[in-house]
């Protein structure tokens, strides 16, 4: 099992920033991907960005030039930089690690922190 730990979020005015760090602990792959969902109220549940333990990254459209994935392999911690944030980033942060083992991934989530951005 996996557990995963995350902090930082917060209300923000609009062009600020924040940060979101996610620590995780237990039976973690070599291999794996370490990522930043959002889900915003009555919306499905998005991809923001996401780094896998090589150190490629993956971010939505929405949020390039914005926001910045981040990971310590040695804590086996992600982050997430969020600057120039926009009221539309408002929504709850869910940080996933995929363990991988011969093309097949394990999925784990944590519990979510929530990112307000007001005009």
């Known amino acids: 099992q996996v557990q995963l730990v995350e902090s930082g979020g917060g209300l923000v005015q609009a062009g600020g920033s924040l940060s979101l760090s996610c620590a995780a602990s237990g039976n973690i792959f070599s291999v794996n991907v370490m990522g930043w969902y959002r889900q915003a109220p009555g919306k499905q549940r998005e991809l923001v960005a996401a780094?896998?333990?090589?150190?490629?990254?993956n971010y939505a459209d929405s949020v390039k030039d914005r926001f910045t994935i981040s990971r310590d392999n040695a804590k086996n911690t992600v982050y997430l930089q969020m600057n120039s944030l926009k009221p539309e980033d408002t929504a709850v942060y869910y940080c996933?690690?995929?363990?991988?083992?011969?093309?097949?991934?394990?999925?784990?989530w944590g519990q979510g922190t929530q990112v307000t951005v007001s005009s």
């Open positions: 996933k690690l995929r363990n991988m083992r011969f093309a097949v991934g394990f999925d784990y």
């Open positions: 780094i896998a333990s090589g150190g490629s990254t």
